[in-house]
């Protein structure tokens, strides 16, 4: 049993691997662009989720819960 699943895991991780494989000097300007743009765009949601988790900043984003909905804003608007 073990010999045949072996023999399974050595098939998937050779096909894996080639599937998974990147040719970075073939990647073209657009491709640069369009992987910093998903990386930095991750790096700030993670960034983001743990600002609005992280307990300490609770108080501070709950004073600014109906921020939008308040009356009392000062108006910016000429008349």
Do not use: C
Not at 22 to 44: E, N, Q, R
């Amino acid at each position: 049993m073990s010999n045949s699943s072996s023999g399974t895991n050595a098939y998937i991780e050779e096909h894996a691997q080639g599937y998974f494989h990147t040719d970075w000097s073939a990647m073209t300007s657009h491709d640069w662009a369009g992987l910093l743009i998903t990386v930095v765009t991750f790096v700030l949601m993670v960034i983001a989720y743990f600002y609005v988790f992280r307990p300490k900043n609770k108080d501070k984003l709950e004073q600014q819960k109906y921020m939008l909905m308040d009356e009392k804003s000062t108006n910016t608007e000429k008349k």
